[in-house]
């Protein structure tokens, strides 16, 4: 690659707002097809859409995850949420999997403990096209529905671990959001309600239905709401406790029924 070229795509992005120029630019130039694919490639970046869009994947617990326009881009925060699930789950298990997005969560955990029965759900058809490929080879099941509602009733009373990373911004706090996130991403993945714990209340308040005899639930949340996530799972009659890692700013509230 010619460096003049080089260099003008980093200036280029730079100048749009791209802290990480140097790091994109060079992601573009190695999975662009030709000049041409590599400049339409640049061009859509500088005008705002989310990398990952651009190259239509990204990077999870090590894994490369297929992205699309229209579906949440996973977080590396959520990353710990499955060295949490990891610690927790058996071979073997059925796990589920809401608001899946991407599929990113089930397809690591699937990839990382060999053999469980996954089954992921997610409200959004685009969102469902794409975990479908996330985890096709993975032998697990993708639902379009509504939390619960899209699972098989035969799952009632025999799950052993949920993962949830349901969206769990307040409503009022979304315009606060990057712009990459408020522009680009599905504000069905973003909006949490009024207070942002409304997705987690339906997710909590269901659960014991569903989970086996010390079946876990496990929840991302925020540092600042996880008193409130502990709140709602107590009073779902759930075992609760906290888990955080700072070096992700990562919150986990986990619920042992």
Known sequence: MDQKIRKSIIDLLRSEGCIFAEVETQLLISHAGSIDDLMKMVEIRASGVPLEYVLGFTKFCGLRIEVERGVFVPRKRTEFLVQQ?????????????????????????????????????????????????????????VYQGNLYDALPHTLRGRVNIIVANAPYVPMDAIHLLPQEARLFEPKVALDGGKDGLDLQRKVAEEAPQWLASGGQLLVETSKMQAAQTFEIFANAGLITKIARNEELDATVVIGKS
Do not use: E, F, M, Y
Request: aromatic share 0%.
């Open 85 to 141: 699930a990891v610690a927790l789950t058996q071979n073997g298990d059925i796990v589920v999997d809401l608001c899946c997005g991407s599929g990113a969560v089930g397809a690591a955990l699937a990839t990382d403990l060999n053999r469980i029965v996954l089954h992921s759900v997610d409200i959004d058809p685009i969102a469902v096209k794409c975990s479908s490929r996330n985890i096709t080879n993975l032998a697990g099941h």
